[in-house]
């Protein structure tokens, strides 16, 4: 899974995710590469009208790698990037959005993935469908968002 939580002055905060199932074959892609995360942000700026983005990311090493770099670079008129630090799952808002469906699914036992993937997908637009949750994962981390300057804002800890 791949999501972000959008925030947007004067809008209900929303959710915009994407799932892919690794079915274990030989050469199969195990998880999300530069081109999964480029169309993510793609067809969430699609999705919000063509607003700027400011992504606050982990530091996922796909984050790093350089066909999304190169991405970010081409884009700079309309999309910021902020990294977190190293390690720091508490101050991603998504990191609520992942471990909220965990604790819904932790006792089941599908047979094949196939049985899974619906289920998750269901529990995500259940939050997609709650901007007051996803509202919540954002007050978790304690951080907000307080500009710098018009151009670039900066993420501070809420005192």
């Known amino acids: 899974m791949a999501g972000m939580i959008c925030v947007r002055p004067g ?3 929303r959710m915009i995710y994407r799932t892919q199932t690794h079915q274990g074959r030989t050469g199969e892609k195990k998880g999300f590469r530069a081109r999964e995360f480029a169309e993510l942000i ?6 919000l009208d063509g607003a700027p983005l400011i992504l606050v990311w982990d530091n996922a ?4 790698a350089k066909p999304l770099r190169e991405f970010c670079d081409r884009n700079s008129d309309w999309l910021i990037i902020v990294k977190l630090p190293p390690y720091a799952p508490d101050l991603n808002p998504v990191e609520g959005v992942w471990a909220h469906p965990k604790k819904s699914l932790a006792n089941l036992a599908p047979h094949k993935v196939e049985d899974l993937t ?3 997908k269901n529990r995500l ?3 997609q469908r709650r901007p007051e949750v996803l509202n919540g994962f954002i007050a978790e981390t304690g951080l907000t ?3 710098r300057n018009p151009v670039t804002p900066t993420v501070q800890p809420q005192r």
């Open 61 to 64: 090493s796909t984050h790093h």
């Open 118 to 120: 619906p289920l998750v």
């Open 125 to 127: 637009r259940g939050i």
């Open 145 to 147: 968002l307080e500009p």
């Open 42 to 47: 793609t067809a969430a700026r699609r999705q």
């Open 11 to 13: 809008r209900e905060t």
